[in-house]
């Protein structure tokens, strides 16, 4: 159960009045009238934490206010970061989070969240589709009956095949993989 700021607080003050956790349990849900209430083990650490850092709240909580208590910074994600992530996926728009993150000097889960978070961009599969016509069914209807004719007259032609979705070799030289992507702000329109 997430307990707010208030009743950490009262839980707090009661615990200091009472000296005693039993009995500060007791206060509070008098108070709050509930039947549950925060169990030893946190009063414990709602107190030690207010005795060594002053206040009940998560320091460590995203907060524009104020610095994380650790001191550190609060993110990758600042403005200089996230104008070279823009710039890079400008100049190259497929190239993967990894390679941008290794490109970058910036983790790779943070690039992944500047993209999405800051940038708005999203990965999106490239599409190859086929034009269908009743020439392509003719020959579709051909190959499979070579296929089942080869492997008839060499039984382990099977075995020497190798199937792959991963890419698409074109005549022209190009390779398209299925696993290539890119980011951008709305699918694409067009297929290739």
């Avoid at 999405?116 to 599969?125: E, F, L, T």
Wanted: charged share 30%.
């Amino acid at each position: 159960m997430p307990w707010t700021t208030e009743k950490k607080i009262f839980i707090d003050e009661a615990y200091f009045r009472q000296k005693s956790i039993h009995a500060a349990q007791l206060e509070f849900k008098e108070r709050f009238g509930c039947r549950e209430f925060p169990v030893h083990s946190m009063i414990y650490r709602w107190v030690n934490k207010f005795r060594t850092q002053g206040t009940v709240n998560n320091l460590n909580r995203k907060d524009t206010n104020r610095q994380s208590h650790s001191e550190r910074p609060k993110s990758s994600r600042t403005p200089h970061n996230v104008a070279a992530v823009r710039d890079s996926v400008v100049h190259s728009p497929s190239k993967s989070v990894r390679r941008r993150s290794q490109e970058l000097g910036i983790n790779r889960e943070s690039v992944r969240r500047i993209l999405i978070a800051d940038i708005h961009m999203y990965p999106y599969r490239i599409q190859i589709k086929e034009k269908h016509s009743p020439d392509n069914m003719r020959k579709r209807v051909i190959m499979c009956q070579w296929f089942c004719d080869k492997i008839d007259a060499v039984p382990d032609f099977v075995d020497n095949v190798w199937f792959s979705d991963e890419a698409h070799f074109l005549l022209s030289g190009h390779v398209k993989s299925k696993n290539n992507i890119f980011w951008g702000i709305t699918p694409p329109e067009c297929c290739l």
